[in-house]
């Protein structure tokens, strides 16, 4: 076990291949039972992707389960070769892809939408990973735009949950108390106070939304909004065959050039999202270099893109997804590097802690019992999840503006992005920055005071989220 013979300081053992880094459970890190433990709960959160499935494509309970398994064995990449992350959905741009395949009639053409969406994020991603473009692109996209399409995301999250036919309509009750719930947990100051002097507040305030879920399961059936589990035991049934025969380009054919275009500025605005997971995973992992001086826990970017990049490819060929493939988790990322501080002995390696969570999760989403449990009130879930996250994309959106036309303009771009997509949002963004800044299109305006204002304002908040 070459784990057990890291040198003070160094990486996790590993096999050197090109940009990454393989490490095997068991042979280079430990395995970390409290964190598989974990991960066999929260597998009920990847479980939330079934109703957006169901939802916008039409899918079968056990097809869409298919998709969600399938997503949930790419995760594991991630650690094996040598991103230390725990991945996770697009989740703020859920609502811009939503959005996005809503604008083809249901059937084979949303289906085509969807793919050509993934499949021309996961070349973008590996493209920018391949060359090390990433935060120049980025950097190439005016504050107020930024602001604008995240914003967006945040309201479209909000408004797909309460608007004509959405999750609220079919779980008011539930919803009410169980996103009140899940708000007190994550954003609460006075909850924040109180966990630092109780561990078993803690841990629960550590487990993201799970705890909401679980409460959802016993309020739904009390006010008569879905029924009670019917705790089956075995294994769960995933259906491969159907998924791949009426969803795939194995059943259906590879989508027409058309699609792909169409796709591009819903593609670019995601990516935007996408970058900004990126930098707050690495500003995670550096809150936790000051403690862990025992390893050394290297995070590279570009090999992020590259395995994020291929995942989202690989599943659009294999199992689209409206989730899509994201860099990272971020409630569970805080909840395993926060576990990493505490020490050697709690976890001896980040690779350990993440790998195994994700083999958890891997491993829930195959026991019926788990499945079963939670089938019930999983358009609560993604409810839960959504508002979480668009709670969380409105806060950051606005703190992306620097001055007050910036945030001006963002509102117009974010108003615009969720009523007629991504492609007029782009478009209404460019035409205001240039009209109102001219030469300084791209640079905008710095205004100090309302950036400190801000910064100051939102301080405790950005370190919860």
Not at 41 to 48: E, K, S
Not at 318 to 347: H, L, N, S
């Amino acid at each position: 076990m070459k784990w057990k013979n890291r040198p003070h300081g160094s990486e996790a053992p590993y096999i050197p291949a090109g940009p990454f880094k393989i490490r095997i459970p068991f042979v280079h890190y430990r395995f970390e039972w409290p964190d598989y433990v974990q991960g066999l709960l929260m597998c009920a959160v990847d479980l939330g992707a079934i109703t957006l499935l169901a939802d916008y494509l039409g899918m079968p309970f056990e097809v869409a389960l298919a998709v969600v398994i399938l997503n949930g064995l790419l995760y594991l990449l991630h650690h094996i070769l040598g991103d230390p992350v725990i991945p996770g959905w697009v989740t703020p741009a859920i609502p811009l892809i939503v959005l996005f395949v809503k604008q083809f009639e249901e059937g084979p053409d949303r289906v085509y939408a969807l793919i050509a969406f993934q499949l021309t994020l996961g070349i973008l991603s590996i493209i920018l990973g391949l060359t090390g473009l990433a935060s120049k692109v980025v950097h190439m996209v005016p504050n107020a735009i930024k602001s604008g399409i995240i914003l967006g995301a945040g309201i479209g999250a909000i408004v797909s949950i309460f608007e004509v036919g959405g999750k609220f309509e079919l779980f008011p009750l539930t919803v009410t108390i169980c996103i009140g719930f899940a708000f007190y947990l994550t954003f609460s100051k006075h909850f924040e106070q109180i966990k630092k002097r109780n561990k078993a507040l803690a841990l629960l305030g550590n487990l993201g939304i799970l705890p909401a879920i679980l409460l959802a399961v016993i309020v739904a059936p009390l006010a008569g909004e879905a029924k009670w589990p019917v705790i089956q035991w075995g294994f769960s049934q995933p259906d491969f065959a159907t998924l791949w025969a009426e969803y795939t380009v194995f059943g259906l054919g590879f989508p027409a050039l058309l699609f792909f275009v169409k796709a591009v500025p819903a593609v670019l605005a995601t990516y935007l999202v996408v970058f900004g997971d990126v930098l707050k995973t690495k500003a995670l992992l550096s809150e936790s270099d000051v403690v862990r001086k025992d390893e050394k826990v290297d995070y590279n970017p570009n090999r992020a893109h590259l395995i994020f990049g291929g995942r989202n490819m690989l599943m659009s060929i294999i199992g689209p997804d409206i989730t899509m493939a994201g860099p990272m988790w971020a409630a569970m990322q805080v909840v395993i590097v926060e576990r990493f501080k505490e020490g050697k002995k709690a976890m001896n390696s980040f690779f350990g802690g993440a790998g195994s969570f994700r083999w958890g999760t891997n491993t829930g989403l195959l026991l019926l019992p788990i499945v079963s449990l939670v089938q019930p009130i999983l358009g609560v879930a993604l409810a839960l999840t959504l508002l979480v996250q668009g709670y969380v994309s409105v806060r950051i959106g606005v703190m992306q503006a620097t001055s007050q036309r910036d945030l001006g303009i963002a509102g117009v771009v974010a108003a615009i992005l969720v009523i007629k997509g991504a492609t007029m949002a782009f478009a209404a963004g460019i035409l205001l920055c240039f009209l109102l800044y001219g030469k300084d299109f791209l640079r905008g305006e710095d205004d100090k005071l309302f950036t400190q204002h801000s910064s100051e304002k939102d301080k405790k908040e950005k370190k919860v989220s």
